[in-house]
């Protein structure tokens, strides 16, 4: 069965810092996957996509992912933190149907200053 | 342009009582999906729309759960005899069709509280 893994629950980073956000996926085939961002009382918003090509994907406000096909993982970073990237970030997979987001749990991001 | 739109944004209802949540996709999407988010159980697909095919409800949890989309463009998704586990944020979103790399554009969400 397809299903997304996000192990952290809550991460902190301090405000410049680097951050890496991690995701682990199950999926048969070629996954479509994808990150989002909720920041409080607003809608997700897609960061970033990938289902083929080039491993490395950029994404906007300056997060990225690398595909590792291998480990099975999407883990997003981001180079420098800025304190309006407190949100909470969510990792999915689209169904083999292609009809529905498997979303993992969420990470929470704190930004300190 | 618009975004999904959803009404309304706040229902407090009580338990037993029917209630229906309304969900407008962007123009010219044709795909329209219902997800529903709480705490314990994170983001959850419901159902979804496309065009004139029959919807996928795979992810509706029980039988008082239904919804419909008229015209192909408005959708309502309808709890009858609501109970307190079903208090959550109801999320759609709408994507163009043809792609599975379409983005799902996400809605503000209708906030259900049953008391």
């Known amino acids: 069965a397809q299903s997304v893994t996000q192990p952290d629950i809550h991460i902190t980073v301090s405000e410049g810092a680097s951050l890496e956000l991690r995701c682990n996926y199950s999926?048969?085939?070629?996954?479509?996957l994808f990150w989002y961002v909720q920041s409080p009382g607003q809608g997700l918003q897609l960061l970033l996509k990938?289902?083929?090509?080039?491993?490395l994907v950029q994404g906007i406000k300056g997060f990225e992912v690398e595909f590792k096909r291998s480990q099975s993982s999407f883990n997003l970073r981001k180079p420098s933190v800025h304190w309006s990237d407190a949100a909470e970030y969510f990792c999915a997979v689209l169904n083999q149907a292609g009809t529905a987001l498997i979303f993992g749990k969420g990470t929470t991001l704190s930004v300190s200053s | 342009g618009a975004g999904v739109s959803q009404s309304p944004s706040n229902k407090v209802t009580e338990k037993g009582k029917d209630v229906e949540l309304r969900c407008d996709p962007i123009?010219?999407?044709?795909?329209l999906y219902w997800y529903r988010q709480s705490l314990g159980q994170g983001l959850e697909f419901l159902i979804y729309f496309q065009g004139n095919s029959a919807p996928d409800k795979s992810g509706l949890p029980s039988d008082r759960f239904s919804a419909e989309r008229t015209g192909g463009s408005v959708s309502t998704l309808t709890i009858q005899r609501t109970q307190q586990e079903d208090s959550a944020v109801y999320l759609c979103?709408?994507?163009?069709?043809?792609?599975?790399?379409?983005?799902?554009?996400f809605g503000p969400g209708t906030r259900l509280t049953v008391l």
């Open positions: 990938y289902f083929s090509g080039d491993t």
């Open positions: 123009s010219g999407h044709t795909a």
């Open positions: 979103a709408s994507s163009l069709a043809g792609d599975r790399a379409n983005e799902q554009f």
């Open positions: 999926y048969g085939a070629t996954p479509y």
